[in-house]
């Protein structure tokens, strides 16, 4: 695909689904599907950030997916663990700077490290932002900030959004595409603040199939969106 003439998206939001699906399909355990997304998620993004993307946002694990069973929790804690501490060097070799978002509990002690050791490790680079929510509820986000603004005994008749925003867990700029896999039509409390103006996109595809292809075929349903942001077109 032509990539020169297309508008890219500087902030993607993925909301990695469907991997439990596309085990089932298969006659695999869930935890093979979260393998399969896990080999898949770092294939797109690295296409995502070679194709120009600045910050790639995604959603890997909300503060309720620690409801699920006890034996998919702790797999799914082993593959964070692989991708930031085996895994370190596909951010180096990419120039990939990471972040997270989300509360600490009540993640295991030894993620928190590997999370915070990661991003110290990769804080100069400066080939694209991957930020990692993991243990993330965009409610929780919110409520957080406010909870940072009061113990910073900001004056809040004064408080504006672009101060607002520097009390997330990252000052990010806007997300522009939210690409959700899977075929559901839902937020589930993903980055409600940074989502205000974001154009949405649900393919049906599950996401250890989302390939290259599909990241294209995004790119393109967005390049054709008339994004207004609350005024009028200028078509
Ligand atoms: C949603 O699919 C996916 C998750 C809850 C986990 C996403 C995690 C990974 C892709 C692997 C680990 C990631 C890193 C960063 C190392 P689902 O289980 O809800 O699928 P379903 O809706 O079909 O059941």
Redesign the pocket.
């Known amino acids: 695909m032509d990539y020169s003439e297309l508008k890219i998206p500087k902030h993607l939001a993925i ?10 399909e298969r006659g695999l355990s ?1 935890l093979k ?3 399969a ?2 080999d ?2 770092k294939k797109i993004g690295e296409y995502a950030l070679k194709r120009g993307v600045e910050v790639l946002s ?5 503060t309720e ?1 620690f409801k ?1 069973e006890e034996k ?1 929790v702790s797999h ?1 804690m082993d ?2 663990l ?3 501490k085996k895994d370190k060097n596909y951010f180096m070799r990419n120039n990939i700077k990471v972040l997270f978002s989300g509360r600490n509990e009540p993640l295991p002690k030894n993620v928190i490290k590997a999370r915070d050791e990661l991003v110290e490790l990769t804080k100069n680079n400066t080939g694209g932002i991957i930020n ?1 929510c ?1 243990n993330y509820g965009g409610r929780a986000e919110i409520i957080d900030a406010v909870k940072k603004i009061n113990a910073d005994n900001i004056d809040i008749n004064n408080l504006d959004e672009k101060t607002f925003s520097k009390y997330l867990y990252n000052d990010l700029p806007d997300v522009d595409l939210m690409i959700r896999t ?1 075929g ?1 039509l839902r937020l589930s409390n993903f980055l409600l603040w940074q989502n205000s103006y974001a154009e949405f996109y649900f393919p049906e595809v ?3 199939d989302f390939s290259e292809k599909d990241f294209d075929e995004a790119i393109l349903v967005y390049n054709k969106r008339d994004r207004r942001f609350g005024g009028h077109s200028k078509k």
């Open positions: 909301i990695v689904d469907g991997n439990g699906r596309w085990a089932k869930r599907g979260h393998d997304g896990f898949n998620l995604l959603y890997v694990f909300s997916n699920r998919e799914l593959l964070f692989l991708m930031f990692f993991m899977s559901e599950k996401f250890p």
